[in-house]
Structure formats: structure tokens, C-alpha cells
């Protein structure tokens, strides 16, 4: 390569801090798809589930500016690999966990593993991609996030499947029967020819010997009764709604025996050919019960007769028998965290600090890093409120979009590595920071149904199975990467087109209010590809501007950019911590889903609202950029033209 051309180190470093952002959401929300196996696996309630989700984001939040603070102090290299190395082991230890309490505990820690990631994401592509390209680095960083929540859901389901250890016993076992009286209703549930679960189960019923079919009719009798009496409680005066309690399971009646229920049912499952395959082939089954069962029942071994029959037994009984595939979270868990050691070698081995720092950097490439960079003089004085195009002038008028051009900038000497947080008076004191942090918190309360609750709400809702559901949810975050991607692009044109301030609130703005109309397509009980279409009409909405918050960051930010992005990031986590306890609640036992997707839409108003009010224009308080005794530690000429007229 000719001395005077520019080495490609800067493109290796976003690359890799892509990856990063990949494994990122693919560890922070394959949990979302699992949480089904996990509440049956470890006896959780609706309630317990939604704190294990929210949980991750509490500590994410909390710890959102001292990790910002720590990556300044310390320098991105060492801290991300940190970071890393931290998640990952957390984990594979989720892999492990045996009670609610151990899984609170592990997500709390899990979250603030991860709080550092994006900030000090950020730190890095503001350190080694000039002022023209960031928004656009920055999008690809946030692609790979949605890469990785894309294969979170796309994937997890399948390896969940295929992780299953094939020796795991299909028979049952009473604590298999999840809820047995509501089971035995079911069973016994009339229902016409149409009703192919009711003609399923009347085959089951009709194989159990007579005295356990008559325990399981008298319980069936007094589960009806009691739901009956409970119905009527909650319709009389005073009552009201009970929002989010969880559906207490009943008692079995002393007149069944659990043990001897599971017993016959065993005798029926290990029964070759028991299912006729013109009934059971109508039900939502599993991919490997559809290959089973469109073999002659003479070609399967006794192995493969047991799990056909326990998968459509689980099909005609969703809630209420224990998935045969939940034996495969736990190893999912473990392969999840062993990818994160391989990904934190490759942070170690490729980001430096500064591209000063990396030998395979030549003069060149610094050179262009640097002459295109915004300087980072003192925060708040007159060269640092007129470095960005489009800002106002000394008249206080805006002039509209500039040309910026600056030579090298050359660093103090005496200037350390590691730069010191931004005060959090100074965080406190921008009104454009509140507003991007208002817009942040309501933007992941509309946002994180979709990679929380979308799961179960095609399973409540369209009774989807496992493979079917993974590929469903896994759309969304696809379509997304495509909106952060032209995102990033349109915020970079119209930076030079409308200048920085409306290259920043419209993208932001815009595409929160325009997610309203997605939510609200949900009031008319979209089938569910139309589901698929919403729900990723929403996710591509938002990620279009998911560049554009990171270029505001490090626009008003400078140095201090993870400790401005970690800001943000820990309201808009705020949001996400509150919306999974928070839509448990608005569903409640009657599964409401109407009234979550309402809630969502005005979250994402508001998220619109507040978005359309930022200014990138005013940077954070004097000082931040100083140090001791008000010397500038930056040396910068900066020389701003208009744009030449055409």
C-alpha cells in the first residue's frame, strides 16, 4: 500500500465493535423466548416472570453513567473486554440457576455487566471515525445489536429444540401436569367435531380406565364450579378489575390421585398409532411431531412412538402439560456464554484506546481521523458552540447548513488517556439531554414488547409452536436493520441539507409518531403475519433512528460521549425495566392484549413529542472539557464556511 494512502484499521474497529453489539442482544434477550421453559422448569408465576425480565434493566439503567464513567477513566479497550468477559460468564451461570431468587440475582448482575456496552461503543467510534461518517458507524453498531436480537429469537427457538438432550424421558411425571385440575377440564371439555383439541381429548379420555376417568369428570366439575364463583366475585360492585394477579392454580380434589393419572396417561402415550393422523395433524404442532407423524406408525421405535404422542398431548394441552423441549434452555444458556470469551479476545486483540495507539495505523489514517473530527475544546466556549454545521452564528441567528473544515488537531501532552466523566451537574443541566431521555424511556416502554412479550403473545393469542413462533418474532428485528441502516444515511443528508439540529430531533421525532399508527393497527386483531407486519413496522420505526441518538450523544458530548450516551441509555432503560411488570399487569388474567398495545402507542406519542424538541446545537455546560486551572488541553483552529450557493 502507497505511504499516503489511509489503512482501514478505523473500519476493523467498528466491525468489531458490531460484534460485540451482536452478542450483546443476542445474551440480553434470548431470555425472552426461554422465559416460557424457564417459568415451567423453576414453577414461576406470570408476576415472577415479568420481575426476572425487568430485572436485567433496573441494574442496566443504574449503572449506565458509572460504566460511561469508568470507559472514560479507563479507556474503552480494557473496559469493553470487561464488559464482555463479565455477561458472558452470567450467562452461562443462568444456565445453572435453580429458583426465582438465583435468576433475580444472576439478571441484576447481568445488567450491570452490560450497561457499559453501547457507551463505550460509542467512546470508540467517536475516537476513530471522523464527524461525516459517525451517525452512519454508528448505525452499523446498532444493526449488529439488531442482528443480535434477531438471532436471539430467530434462533434460540430451534437450538432450544436441538439442545434437548434426545434421551429425556416423554413420559410424564406428576409435576408434568402444571395444573391439574384445569388439565382434567379440559379433558372432559365438550366440544363439537369442528374442535379438534375436544376430539383429541375425548380419545384420551375414553382410554383411561373408568375409575380415573370419573375422578377426572368430578374434577373437572369442581374447577368449573370454582371458576364460575370467581367470575362472579370479580363482576360485583367494589371489585373491579383484578389487573395482573397471577391465576393461582387449584388444588386436585382428594378424589384423584395425581401419581395414578400420569401413570395411564403413560400407558397412552407409549400406545403405537393411538393418534389418528387426520385429527391430530390439525393441531399446532411441533416441526419434528409433523415428521413423525407422517410416517407409518410401524417405522417408529418406542423412543420416537413416546414423543410423538407427548407433543401432541402438550399441543391439545399448551398451559397445562410441561414442554418436552424445555429440557434444552439450559444448555442454550451455556453455548450463549462461551461464544462471549471468543468475542472478547477479538476486542482485546483488534480496539486500541486511540488510533495513535495502534501500530497498524498509519500517519495517514490518523490524519483523516483526525482533520475530520470535531475538535473537543472546553465544553460550553465559543469555538466548541461553533464547530458543528448548522449552528447559530455570533448573531444568534442559524445560518442554516455549513461546510465544516478543520486541520489536525494535535493533543495536549500532559492530556492522560483516560478522560475524566462529565459532571453530573453538567449531565443534569442540558434540556436537551432531559428531552432525549424522556423520548428514550417512553420509546423502550412501546419497544420492548416486541423482544419480551411478542413471544407469548403468538403463543396466548395464535397458539403457535416453538419453531413457528421463533421464525414469527425473529421478523421484526430483521426488518429493523434496514431501518437503522437508511436511517443513519438519511441523518448524515440531512445534516448537510437542514443543519444539526433538525438532522437530529426529525429522524427521532418522526419515526416515534409514526409507530403510534402500527400500534394501533393491533385494535383491529391483525392475523398473525399481520401481527408480523405491525410489529415490525414498529421495530423499523425505531431503529431508523437509533444512529441518529448516538451522533446527538456525541455531538453535545465530546470526550465525555459514554458518560452523555450512558445518560440516555439509563432512562431509556428505566422504561424497559418498568414495561415487563408493567404489561403483566394491563393483561392480567383475561389476557388484554388490546389494552398493552394501547399503552404502547402512547408511550411512543410521547417518545415523539419529546424526541421533536431536542437541539444538538447546545452542547453541555462550560468546563467539561478543562482541566485543572482552566487550561485547555486541546489544541484546535477550526474554519467554518457557509455551503456554496448552487
Given at each position: 500500500?502507497?505511504?499516503?494512502?489511509?489503512?482501514r484499521v478505523?473500519y476493523l474497529?467498528?466491525?468489531?465493535t458490531?460484534?460485540?453489539a451482536?452478542?450483546?442482544?443476542?445474551?440480553r434477550?434470548?431470555?425472552s423466548?426461554?422465559e416460557?421453559?424457564i417459568?415451567?422448569?423453576l414453577?414461576?408465576?406470570?408476576?415472577?416472570?415479568?420481575?426476572?425480565?425487568?430485572?436485567?434493566?433496573?441494574?442496566y439503567?443504574?449503572?449506565?453513567?458509572p460504566?460511561?464513567?469508568l470507559?472514560?477513566?479507563f479507556g474503552?479497550?480494557?473496559?469493553?473486554?470487561?464488559?464482555?468477559?463479565?455477561w458472558?460468564?452470567l450467562?452461562?451461570?443462568?444456565?445453572v440457576?435453580?429458583?426465582?431468587?438465583?435468576?433475580?440475582l444472576?439478571?441484576?448482575?447481568?445488567?450491570?455487566?452490560?450497561?457499559?456496552?453501547?457507551?463505550?461503543g460509542a467512546?470508540?467510534?467517536?475516537?476513530?471515525?471522523?464527524?461525516?461518517?459517525?451517525?452512519?458507524a454508528?448505525?452499523?453498531?446498532?444493526v449488529?445489536?439488531?442482528?443480535?436480537g434477531w438471532?436471539a429469537?430467530?434462533?434460540?427457538?430451534?437450538?432450544?429444540?436441538?439442545?434437548t438432550?434426545a434421551?429425556?424421558?416423554?413420559?410424564?411425571?406428576?409435576r408434568?401436569?402444571?395444573?391439574?385440575?384445569?388439565?382434567?377440564?379440559?379433558?372432559s371439555?365438550?366440544g363439537?367435531?369442528a374442535d379438534?383439541?375436544?376430539?383429541?381429548n375425548?380419545?384420551?379420555?375414553?382410554?383411561?380406565?373408568t375409575?380415573t376417568r370419573?375422578?377426572v369428570?368430578?374434577c373437572?366439575?369442581?374447577?368449573?364450579a370454582e371458576?364460575?364463583a370467581?367470575?362472579e366475585?370479580?363482576k360485583?360492585?367494589?371489585q373491579?378489575r383484578?389487573g395482573?394477579a397471577?391465576?393461582?392454580?387449584?388444588?386436585a380434589?382428594?378424589?384423584l390421585?395425581a401419581g395414578?393419572?400420569?401413570?395411564?396417561?403413560?400407558?397412552?402415550?407409549s400406545?403405537?398409532?393411538?393418534?389418528r393422523?387426520?385429527?391430530a395433524?390439525s393441531?399446532?404442532l411441533?416441526?419434528e411431531?409433523?415428521?413423525?407423524?407422517a410416517?407409518?406408525?410401524?417405522?417408529?421405535?418406542?423412543?420416537?412412538?413416546?414423543?410423538?404422542?407427548?407433543?401432541i398431548?402438550?399441543?391439545?394441552?399448551?398451559?397445562?402439560?410441561?414442554r418436552?423441549?424445555?429440557?434444552?434452555?439450559?444448555?442454550?444458556?451455556?453455548v450463549?456464554?462461551?461464544?462471549?470469551?471468543a468475542?472478547a479476545?477479538?476486542?482485546?486483540?483488534?480496539?486500541?484506546n486511540?488510533?495513535?495507539?495502534?501500530?497498524?495505523?498509519n500517519?495517514a489514517?490518523?490524519?483523516l481521523?483526525?482533520?475530520?473530527?470535531?475538535?473537543?475544546?472546553?465544553?460550553?466556549?465559543?469555538v466548541?458552540?461553533?464547530?458543528?454545521?448548522?449552528?447559530e452564528?455570533s448573531t444568534g441567528q442559524?445560518?442554516?447548513?455549513r461546510?465544516?473544515?478543520?486541520v489536525?488537531l494535535?493533543?495536549d501532552?500532559?492530556?492522560g488517556?483516560g478522560a475524566?466523566?462529565a459532571?453530573?451537574?453538567?449531565?443534569?443541566?442540558?434540556l436537551?439531554?432531559w428531552?432525549?431521555?424522556?423520548?428514550?424511556?417512553?420509546t423502550n416502554?412501546?419497544?420492548?414488547?416486541?423482544?419480551?412479550?411478542a413471544?407469548?403473545?403468538?403463543?396466548?393469542?395464535?397458539?403457535?409452536?416453538?419453531?413457528e413462533r421463533?421464525l414469527l418474532?425473529?421478523?421484526?428485528?430483521?426488518?429493523?436493520?434496514?431501518?437503522?441502516?437508511?436511517?443513519?444515511?438519511?441523518?448524515?443528508?440531512l445534516l448537510?441539507?437542514?443543519?444539526?439540529?433538525w438532522?437530529?430531533?426529525?429522524?427521532i421525532?418522526l419515526?416515534r409518531?409514526l409507530?403510534v399508527?402500527?400500534?394501533?393497527?393491533f385494535?383491529f386483531?391483525?392475523s398473525p403475519?399481520?401481527?408480523?407486519?405491525l410489529?415490525?413496522?414498529?421495530a423499523?420505526?425505531?431503529?431508523?433512528?437509533?444512529?441518529?441518538?448516538?451522533?446527538?450523544c456525541?455531538?453535545i458530548g465530546?470526550?465525555?460521549?459514554a458518560?452523555?450516551l450512558?445518560?440516555?441509555n439509563?432512562?431509556?432503560?428505566?422504561?424497559?425495566?418498568v414495561?415487563p411488570?408493567?404489561?403483566?399487569w394491563?393483561i392480567?388474567?383475561?389476557?388484554?392484549w388490546?389494552?398493552?398495545?394501547?399503552a404502547?402507542?402512547?408511550?411512543f406519542?410521547?417518545?415523539?413529542?419529546?424526541?421533536?424538541?431536542?437541539?444538538?446545537?447546545?452542547?453541555?455546560a462550560?468546563g467539561?472539557?478543562q482541566?485543572?486551572?482552566?487550561?485547555?488541553?486541546?489544541v484546535?483552529?477550526?474554519?467554518l464556511?457557509?455551503?456554496?450557493?448552487?
Amino acid at each position: 500500500m502507497p505511504p499516503s494512502s489511509p489503512t482501514r484499521v478505523r473500519y476493523l474497529v467498528v466491525a468489531v465493535t458490531a460484534l460485540m453489539a451482536v452478542l450483546l442482544y443476542l445474551d440480553r434477550f434470548c431470555i425472552s423466548f426461554a422465559e416460557v421453559f424457564i417459568k415451567e422448569d423453576l414453577g414461576l408465576t406470570d408476576s415472577q416472570v415479568g420481575w426476572m425480565l425487568s430485572a436485567f434493566f433496573w441494574t442496566y439503567a443504574l449503572s449506565q453513567v458509572p460504566s460511561g464513567w469508568l470507559t472514560d477513566r479507563f479507556g474503552p479497550r480494557l473496559m469493553l473486554t470487561s464488559y464482555v468477559l463479565g455477561w458472558s460468564l452470567l450467562t452461562g451461570l443462568t444456565g445453572v440457576a435453580a429458583g426465582f431468587g438465583m435468576l433475580i440475582l444472576l439478571r441484576l448482575g447481568f445488567g450491570i455487566a452490560q450497561a457499559g456496552a453501547y457507551p463505550t461503543g460509542a467512546s470508540l467510534i467517536g475516537r476513530w471515525m471522523p464527524v461525516s461518517a459517525r451517525a452512519t458507524a454508528s448505525s452499523l453498531v446498532s444493526v449488529g445489536g439488531r442482528v443480535g436480537g434477531w438471532l436471539a429469537l430467530f434462533a434460540s427457538g430451534p437450538l432450544i429444540v436441538w439442545l434437548t438432550p434426545a434421551a429425556t424421558p416423554a413420559t410424564l411425571r406428576p409435576r408434568d401436569l402444571l395444573d391439574v385440575p384445569r388439565f382434567c377440564y379440559e379433558l372432559s371439555a365438550p366440544g363439537g367435531d369442528a374442535d379438534v383439541a375436544a376430539v383429541v381429548n375425548a380419545k384420551i379420555l375414553n382410554a383411561l380406565p373408568t375409575t380415573t376417568r370419573s375422578a377426572v369428570s368430578d374434577c373437572a366439575t369442581a374447577y368449573r364450579a370454582e371458576r364460575n364463583a370467581e367470575t362472579e366475585r370479580r363482576k360485583a360492585p367494589g371489585q373491579g378489575r383484578a389487573g395482573g394477579a397471577d391465576v393461582v392454580p387449584l388444588a386436585a380434589p382428594p378424589g384423584l390421585d395425581a401419581g395414578q393419572l400420569t401413570a395411564d396417561l403413560n400407558g397412552m402415550i407409549s400406545r403405537r398409532g393411538f393418534f389418528r393422523r387426520a385429527a391430530a395433524s390439525s393441531l399446532p404442532l411441533e416441526r419434528e411431531a409433523r415428521r413423525l407423524l407422517a410416517q407409518r406408525p410401524e417405522e417408529l421405535d418406542e423412543r420416537q412412538v413416546q414423543r410423538l404422542n407427548r407433543l401432541i398431548l402438550e399441543a391439545a394441552h399448551r398451559d397445562t402439560v410441561r414442554r418436552l423441549y424445555g429440557a434444552g434452555w439450559r444448555p442454550m444458556m451455556f453455548v450463549y456464554g462461551c461464544l462471549g470469551l471468543a468475542v472478547a479476545a477479538l476486542v482485546w486483540w483488534t480496539c486500541r484506546n486511540h488510533p495513535a495507539d495502534h501500530t497498524g495505523v498509519n500517519d495517514a489514517e490518523r490524519s483523516l481521523i483526525e482533520n475530520r473530527a470535531p475538535a473537543t475544546p472546553p465544553l460550553g466556549s465559543d469555538v466548541q458552540n461553533s464547530i458543528f454545521a448548522g449552528t447559530e452564528s455570533s448573531t444568534g441567528q442559524d445560518d442554516g447548513p455549513r461546510k465544516l473544515n478543520s486541520v489536525r488537531l494535535t493533543p495536549d501532552p500532559g492530556q492522560g488517556r483516560g478522560a475524566p466523566a462529565a459532571a453530573l451537574a453538567r449531565l443534569a443541566a442540558s434540556l436537551s439531554l432531559w428531552l432525549l431521555s424522556a423520548s428514550q424511556l417512553f420509546t423502550n416502554v412501546g419497544w420492548v414488547f416486541i423482544v419480551t412479550w411478542a413471544p407469548r403473545y403468538f403463543q396466548s393469542v395464535h397458539q403457535l409452536p416453538v419453531e413457528e413462533r421463533a421464525l414469527l418474532v425473529s421478523i421484526p428485528p430483521l426488518v429493523g436493520w434496514f431501518g437503522t441502516v437508511l436511517g443513519g444515511l438519511w441523518t448524515d443528508y440531512l445534516l448537510r441539507t437542514m443543519g444539526l439540529r433538525w438532522s437530529r430531533s426529525l429522524p427521532i421525532g418522526l419515526s416515534r409518531l409514526l409507530a403510534v399508527g402500527a400500534y394501533l393497527g393491533f385494535l383491529f386483531e391483525p392475523s398473525p403475519w399481520g401481527a408480523v407486519v405491525l410489529f415490525s413496522l414498529v421495530a423499523f420505526l425505531t431503529d431508523w433512528s437509533q444512529g441518529t441518538v448516538w451522533a446527538f450523544c456525541q455531538d453535545i458530548g465530546g470526550r465525555q460521549t459514554a458518560s452523555v450516551l450512558g445518560w440516555t441509555n439509563m432512562w431509556g432503560n428505566f422504561g424497559a425495566a418498568v414495561t415487563p411488570p408493567l404489561l403483566i399487569w394491563i393483561i392480567g388474567p383475561s389476557q388484554n392484549w388490546m389494552a398493552a398495545f394501547l399503552a404502547c402507542a402512547a408511550a411512543f406519542l410521547l417518545a415523539g413529542l419529546t424526541g421533536l424538541a431536542i437541539d444538538a446545537t447546545k452542547p453541555l455546560a462550560a468546563g467539561a472539557g478543562q482541566g485543572g486551572g482552566g487550561k485547555t488541553t486541546w489544541v484546535e483552529q477550526v474554519v467554518l464556511h457557509r455551503k456554496p450557493e448552487k
